[in-house]
């Protein structure tokens, strides 16, 4: 672990016992956050916030830096105007040896201004119209995302199959977008009993920035459960909180963990 690492994973540890709301989050913080929190997952789907530089921040040129991709210096300086923060709280104070619980900043965020819409925010707090427009256009990608969900069919060779179709690709382009061999991508399509790996089907849904709970969903019908290791705790948050990056941005991901990195023609 480098001072960098150490410095973090000391503040993350002093936050939790002090209870103090922080904007740097950890991977594993972003995974809850993601996975409780049904609106953030639409609004990172709707790229209305984004991670950047370990902070869930609002996506907008004054917050980050157009061609580095990184915290403006106006955004670290107003944290709790454009990021979302994180408190833990007892979960339940009179519970013996009871853990502390992950609570967010999200509702006091999308409370302060407008972020959906023109790409710009409104000065001061939103009137309850306003925030009510806008939790529709929450609702409704929310609701986009489940009808997808209800219609795939129950196998994943097919499910594969209909995500390819519905977001146009053709198994040569996702053999080029997700570095997964055009053999392997043939006989995931067509052999339901062919096994599968996390690392593979990790790489073909970022390869077609597939949403994070779709993601999901067809390793749950490859019978893949990510195990509570490193390597599947890196891959998980890869579909999560890199689903829209190509493979090559993963990889700087993987190399700066010290893992495996995906490779060209991956095969299962």
Known sequence: MNDDNRIFASAVTRSRQKGEIRYELSDSEVLELYYTEPRLAA????????????????????????????????????KSAC????QYVLADQYAENCENAITCTLDILLQAAGFLENG?????????????KEASKIDTEIERLNGILSKLPGGFSE??????????????????????????????????????????VTALCIG?????????????????VPKATKL?????????????????????????????????????
């Open 43 to 78: 609004l990172i789907e709707m790229d209305v916030i984004k991670l950047i530089d370990h902070h869930l921040v609002v996506n907008l040129k004054k917050f980050i830096t157009p061609k580095t991709h990184h915290l403006s210096a106006h955004a670290k300086r107003n």
């Open 159 to 200: 499910s594969l199959k209909c995500h390819m179709k519905r977001k146009g690709y053709t198994e040569e382009l996702l053999a080029q977008e997700s570095w997964v061999s055009v053999s392997t991508i043939k006989q995931y399509r067509q052999k339901e009993e062919k096994e599968k790996t996390l690392k593979t």
């Open 120 to 132: 710009e925010d409104d000065k001061g707090t939103q009137s309850y119209a306003e925030q009510k």
């Open 232 to 268: 599947d705790g890196a891959y998980r948050f890869l579909y999560t909180a890199h689903y829209k990056d190509k493979i090559e941005d993963c990889n700087v991901y993987l190399r700066s963990q010290g893992l495996p990195e995906f490779t060209m023609r991956e095969k299962a």
């Open 208 to 224: 077609m920035h597939l949403h994070p709970w779709l993601t999901e969903d067809l390793l749950r019908k490859a019978g893949i």
């Open 83 to 86: 990021c979302v923060g994180i």
